[in-house]
């Protein structure tokens, strides 16, 4: 290479650098669902933390899932227990009834609580179970946002559409270790959605 071509061949290079560095931020892919990497809660700005694909059985999809924090981190007690705007992002992969719905998050937080929480939170979980019922079977492709605001609230948006907010931090806190507890629902997406 004389000369000339390697000072063509490095201002070509230069260029095509600027050029993928003026590029927006492509959004995250998993299993062919595009997540968005950023959202907002309550006013404030979210970066995307990470998504990976919920299976049952290590067979069949369920849903593709990002997790939405101030700041990224890879510390799941601190994003459990952080007094922040935060959000989970379910976009569904199969069709699934209410029932159906309502009995995983149940599961979820039976592996992550103790009985005596578990039943200190119980009238939070009769109201979440509410918004499930007004939100009714989901099907696939649908998005279900689960927004934990700054306020301790948690707060269900089903494709574009809010439901009533439930209080306490409690109960935002109760729903993370369902992906993020010692227990989590499927531990290869507790790692893809820590990935910081």
């Known amino acids: 290479m004389n000369k000339t071509t390697r000072k063509t061949f490095h201002k070509t290079g230069l260029a095509m650098l600027l050029a993928a560095a003026s590029l927006p931020a492509l959004a995250m892919q998993v299993s062919g669902v595009n997540m968005a990497d950023s959202a907002n809660v309550g006013g404030k700005p979210l970066v995307l933390n990470g998504a990976g694909l919920r299976t049952k059985f290590g067979l069949a999809d369920v849903y593709v899932m990002g997790l939405y924090l101030p700041a990224k981190s890879k510390d799941a007690n601190s994003i459990i227990n952080e007094q922040a705007p935060r959000r989970v992002t379910l976009v569904m992969k199969r069709d699934l009834d209410t029932d159906t719905l309502e009995n995983a998050f149940h599961e979820g937080l039976q592996a992550n609580l103790s009985k005596p929480e578990l039943q200190k939170l ?10 499930f019922v007004e939100v009714g079977a989901v099907k696939e492709g649908d998005i279900l946002n689960l927004d934990f605001g700054a306020d301790g609230s948690t707060q269900i948006t089903y494709n574009g559409q809010q439901k009533a907010a439930v209080a306490g931090s409690d109960l935002s806190s109760a729903l993370l270790k369902i992906w993020l507890g010692s227990h989590p629902v499927q531990n290869s997406l507790k790692q893809e959605i820590l990935t910081g």
């Not at 119980?122 to 918004?131: F, G, V």
């Open 122 to 131: 119980q009238p939070k979980i009769a109201q979440l179970d509410q918004r």
